[in-house]
């Protein structure tokens, strides 16, 4: 199983490129897309295009994506949601089935701690993956919630829930 798992945002997006294998997860690719500065609209279609790349040059069976929570900053959740709508339309027009998972959820399943701060998540996340040096904190949300999507398919398949 590949999975393509994506932490939106209208400056910096983070993505991650990840594969089950039956002697584990692999991260194959991941990284922050910095935007470049501009209208809205054209930050959107940068996305999309983007993600539509990375769909065409690994061929992910789903994308996972980080749910964005308006309950503190409305206005920048519009954008964010404006991002994921973005990021959507690029894995719909590939026919790749998405899934949403709230931020907290991913946290308490990976740290224990569902307000585990960014820091704690990118290192328990490296340690799961066996990654290491510096790696933007986008991207490790994105490797975070693309790893969840991995833990709970696995979890659903062995107790034969649907996905």
């Not at 897309?33 to 040059?57: A, N």
């Not at 907290?104 to 740290?111: F, I, M, P, R």
Request: hydrophobic share 45%; aromatic share 8%.
């Amino acid at each position: 199983m590949r999975v393509l798992g994506i932490d939106p945002g209208s400056r910096a997006t983070g993505f991650a490129i990840l594969e089950a294998t039956p002697q584990g997860v692999k991260a194959l690719k991941w990284g922050v897309f910095r935007l470049k500065k501009g209208p809205l609209p054209q930050r959107l279609w940068e996305i999309f295009t983007l993600i539509e790349d990375l769909v065409e040059e690994f061929s992910p069976l789903v994308m996972a994506l980080e749910e964005v929570i308006p309950e503190r900053f409305p206005r920048a959740a519009l954008k964010l949601g404006q991002a994921q709508g973005a990021a959507i339309l690029a894995a719909t027009k590939a026919n790749l089935p998405v899934f949403f998972y709230h931020p907290l959820e991913v946290k308490q399943a990976l740290t224990g701690q569902g307000k585990a701060p960014k820091r704690q998540v990118a290192f328990v996340v490296k340690h799961i993956l066996g990654l290491n040096g510096k790696i933007p904190l986008d991207a490790t949300d994105a490797l975070s919630v693309g790893l969840y999507h991995i833990q709970t398919h696995h979890q659903r398949e062995a107790m034969c829930l649907p996905a």
